[in-house]
């Protein structure tokens, strides 16, 4: 599976927008990619997940340029709620039960 | 029910002790996975059930050793533990990624262990 690289922290400000990008250049072709997010003390819980292209859902948006190298958490109008750590990871469509590997993640500090 | 549920949340035990975690889901879920967390670090994979068999060994040492009794249930027994060890212990199950299923991870709490 694609190692995965993301920015170590991030800060941001309540009501700005923020996007983690998550660089995976070693994907192939039957990889998804998937974002959680992690609260100190509990477990990672699923934001979103993309293959090609754009998905939204009703909390984050996921881009994902063609080449797929790379690709973009969007959380829009940031709360002091989402402060947390960003992972994305990198699966494989075909492979059930397989090894998902976490990479360092994002962690995300919202200021008042 | 889309619940993975861990019991103990807490245990505390000696290097002599013999004790299991328990992982817990209803979901369905013919994999299950057993992650190991240190405190500002990511999950570390440690162990993956798929369809009640053992598919992934990460190079885990013995003193660890998982156990899948049926579908549902998931135990990591722990024997004669280092103070290194101790660290916030996750359970996962996923779905089958087919049929338009996402495969996501579904977590428990964990199990915060602590090796005196």
């Known amino acids: 599976l694609a190692k995965t690289t993301q920015p170590i922290s991030m800060d941001s400000y309540e009501g700005q927008e923020v996007n983690i990008t998550c660089s995976h250049n070693?994907?192939?072709?039957?990889?998804?990619i998937t974002w959680y997010q992690q609260f100190p003390s509990q477990g990672p819980r699923f934001i979103i997940q993309?293959?090609?292209t754009k998905v939204t859902n009703e909390v984050a948006s996921l881009f994902i340029p063609a080449d797929r190298k790379s690709s973009t958490l969007s959380l829009p109008r940031v709360s002091l709620s989402d402060t947390a750590v960003y992972y994305c990871?990198?699966?494989?469509?075909?492979?059930?039960?397989?090894?998902?590997?976490f990479g360092p993640g994002t962690r995300l500090s919202v200021l008042p | 029910d889309t619940e993975v549920t861990q019991t103990p949340k807490h245990l505390v035990m000696g290097m002599t002790n013999k004790k299991s975690l328990k992982c817990e889901q209803h979901?369905?879920?013919?994999?299950m996975y057993w992650y190991k967390q240190k405190a500002k670090k990511p999950p570390e994979l440690m162990f993956v059930?798929?369809?009640?068999?053992?598919?992934i060994n990460e190079s885990v040492p013995s003193r660890f050793s998982p156990e899948c009794p049926n579908s549902s249930l998931l135990n990591l027994h722990l024997h004669a533990l280092q103070p290194e060890d101790s660290a916030l212990y996750l359970c996962?199950?996923?779905?089958?990624?087919?049929?338009?299923?996402?495969?996501?991870?579904?977590f428990g709490e964990g199990s915060r262990l602590t090796v005196l």
């Open positions: 059930y798929s369809y009640e068999k053992l598919s």
């Open positions: 996962a199950s996923s779905q089958d990624q087919t049929g338009g299923n996402t495969g996501e991870l579904f």
């Open positions: 993309g293959y090609k």
């Open positions: 070693n994907i192939a072709t039957n990889d998804y």
């Open positions: 979901m369905g879920h013919r994999a």
């Open positions: 990871l990198v699966g494989d469509m075909e492979n059930y039960g397989q090894n998902f590997v």
